[in-house]
């Protein structure tokens, strides 16, 4: 990242416009990955090979998975934050995504795979950029999505050949317009100096609602595709989780808001008043309304609010990856920051959970699903510590 000047602001408005289109918030064989030891032969509900089924959005899918925290070097391994390096200056994403690198970017470190053994198989079906309408089915209005058909048609295949034990879902944020919040706020601090939170607070409420009727059309879309599979819903457990946020309030920010070293050694170009208003006001809004919506719904809540407190970009509590400091679990952030100059890796990477921060959240899935279905827990870490520090508490 380089020093920001005033002749840089139209080459950068154009870069942080990208996230709007970029997937930022966003048939089994076409897409999905599926890992472990066991074979797909035909199986039933209570028979053959378990599994366990992410669904959802970029939040899930793994999206930034490729990086180990944040780096300013742009460099070979980039200080060993860079997963898709190979050598030299060669970088190649598709060993973090795979197939699905530049696409729906499922991560080999995705929630469903960095849970552990929950189940004999992990399949991940969720994609970046994915709305609520990518994962009703087709015949209820469900639409394809990155070539791929309806999430929940591809679980309907998935639930045919495996015995489906757990499913969790990340969805509504797109819908909701993640990715064109956090451009407008970037914009609002390096173009027009001026606060966001106000008038996105509104856009926010006039939407809210719509948005938490398409969450809950999905819960029982995929309740209805495992129903005609043959499943109870006492047989699975269907997980429903909120966000956590990638930056830090304004008084954990590391970084002054006074010059410009929010944006260029940083990457979290955000004034403290849209800080504070998008981790204590926006986050929790939507983390309360999901923790409605899986009441209403009768399954299991996972609140990430406060997954990465202390871990966010540019937060205080962590450091960014040097020669000096190592990318560590323990010292690192746990989310991708905002790399205005696109000299690493690609703009929809922005924001997301990180390595570490899916290795945090695979850590929380498995959590909950050894507490009852019936109870509803937020997942936290614990300061100066790895995911193996990841604990619960009662949702609030």
Not at 26 to 45: I, K, N
Not at 197 to 207: E, I, S
Request: one cysteine or more.
């Amino acid at each position: 990242m380089i020093g920001f000047r005033n002749a840089s602001k139209d080459r950068y408005r154009s870069r942080v416009r990208r996230l709007a289109g970029a997937g930022l918030v966003l048939p089994l064989a076409v897409g999905a990955l599926v890992t472990g030891g066991a074979g797909t032969s035909v199986a039933s509900p209570g028979a053959g090979p378990t599994a366990v089924v992410s669904m959802g959005d970029s939040y899930i899918s793994g999206e930034a998975g490729r990086w180990k925290g944040n780096t300013l070097t742009n460099t070979g391994s980039r200080n060993g934050t860079d997963r898709g390096w190979v050598s030299g200056s060669t970088y190649d994403p598709g060993k973090v995504y795979g197939t699905t690198a530049g696409g729906c970017h499922r991560s080999d470190s995705a929630e469903v795979r960095s849970a552990g053994a929950i189940a004999d198989v992990a399949v991940n079906l969720a994609c970046s950029g994915a709305v609520s309408d990518n994962v009703f089915r087709a015949s209820n209005g469900g639409v394809a999505f990155k070539g791929e058909a309806p999430q929940a048609d591809q679980l309907a295949a998935v639930a045919a050949s495996h015995d489906v034990k757990v499913i969790a879902l990340s969805i509504g944020g797109n819908d909701l317009g993640f990715a064109d919040i956090i451009k407008d706020c970037a914009l609002d601090f390096v173009i027009w100096n001026s606060y966001c939170y106000d008038d996105q607070q509104y856009g926010v409420d006039q939407k809210i609602d719509a948005v938490m009727d398409k969450v809950g059309k999905s819960v029982d879309e995929v309740r209805a595709v495992m129903r005609a599979a043959g499943y109870a819903d006492s047989s699975y457990r269907l997980v429903l989780q909120s966000y956590p946020s990638p930056i830090p309030r304004g008084a954990e920010n590391r970084y002054t808001q006074s010059d410009w070293s929010r944006l260029n050694t940083g990457g979290c170009p955000f004034w403290n008043r849209d800080s504070d208003w998008a981790r204590d006001s926006l986050v929790p809004q939507i983390a309360n309304r999901i923790k409605g919506v899986a009441a209403a719904k009768g399954v299991q809540f996972l609140d990430l609010r406060d997954m990465m407190q202390g871990r966010e970009v540019c937060a205080k509590a962590s450091k960014q990856v040097s020669t000096t400091v190592p990318a560590s679990a323990k010292t690192s952030e746990w989310a991708r920051w905002i790399d205005n100059n696109e000299t690493q890796g690609l703009i929809q990477e922005s924001m997301h959970p990180n390595y570490f921060g899916q290795l945090a959240a695979g850590r929380c899935l498995a959590l909950v699903v050894a507490q009852p279905a019936s109870s509803g827990f937020s997942c936290k870490n614990t300061a100066g510590g790895d995911q193996t520090g990841m604990f619960l508490t009662p949702a609030s």
